[in-house]
């Protein structure tokens, strides 16, 4: 069935550095991958997406790179500051859109240090 | 911009009492997804509905059901209500055109005492 998998499960940087979050599918249909950032007792927030027909995407600080033969993906956080402190979670999809649940990976809990 | 409602945000049922769930996705998005989360979980997808009818089916209990109405509003119903289903349950709209993304609500924090 479909699997997200996603490493690490917890991530610590300090201020400035860069963080890495890197994902695996099962499904080699997905062609939609979105990253959502959570904070405590908030809703998931769609911050970053690429889908099957791009292989990096930029967003100021945030990229996400997808690597369709060996079905991960990653996303990239570069001069991180303390409010990217969150949960971080990837997921994927098989369009079309309106019947593409997202399937999510565990979660990775970023903490950035000042 | 207009964001995804729910109501409530919050609510407290005891043991077998039912629950009802409301979703107003953004405006003239046509798809609602439901999905719960567990106390350090990953969202769980349940159902999902597209042009009013039903898309998808996750891990949803018999117990559960959901419909979306003409004013594309989606409500989830939940009956004989279990311990473990104390959980976040979240609403996600899509937008019209068969797109990808979806936009998640702000949540109902259900607790089953």
């Known amino acids: 069935g479909e699997n997200v998998e996603q490493h690490p499960s917890t991530l610590s940087v300090q201020e400035g550095d860069s963080a890495v979050i890197k994902c695996t599918y099962s499904?080699?249909?997905?062609?939609?991958f979105p990253w959502y950032k959570q904070e405590l007792g908030k809703r998931p927030q769609l911050i970053i997406d690429?889908?099957?027909?791009?292989g990096e995407k930029k967003d100021q600080r945030i990229a996400v790179t997808l690597n369709k033969t060996a079905k991960h993906f990653s996303l990239h956080i570069t001069e991180t500051q303390p409010e990217d402190s969150a949960v971080y979670f990837c997921?994927?999809?098989?369009?079309?859109?309106?019947?593409?649940?997202?399937?999510f990976g565990a979660g990775t809990r970023l903490a950035v240090h000042p | 911009a207009a964001g995804v409602i729910q109501s409530p945000r919050h609510l407290i049922k005891e043991k077998r009492e039912t629950a009802t769930l409301k979703c107003y996705p953004i405006?003239?998005?046509?798809?609602v997804y439901w999905y719960q989360q567990g106390p350090g979980q990953d969202p769980q997808f349940l159902i999902s509905?597209?042009?009013?009818?039903?898309?998808d089916k996750g891990s949803i209990p018999d117990r559960f059901s959901a419909q979306q109405f003409s004013d594309y509003h989606s409500e989830l119903n939940m009956s004989s209500l279990e311990l473990g289903d104390s959980a976040l349950y979240f609403c996600?709209?899509?937008?019209?055109?068969?797109?990808?993304?979806?936009?998640f609500g702000p949540g109902t924090r259900l607790t089953v005492t």
């Open positions: 996600a709209s899509g937008p019209p055109g068969q797109g990808y993304e979806q936009y």
């Open positions: 499904d080699s249909a997905s062609n939609y």
């Open positions: 690429i889908r099957s027909n791009v």
């Open positions: 997921a994927a999809s098989m369009g079309p859109g309106g019947y593409n649940k997202l399937i």
């Open positions: 405006p003239r998005h046509d798809t």
């Open positions: 509905f597209y042009e009013k009818m039903q898309s």
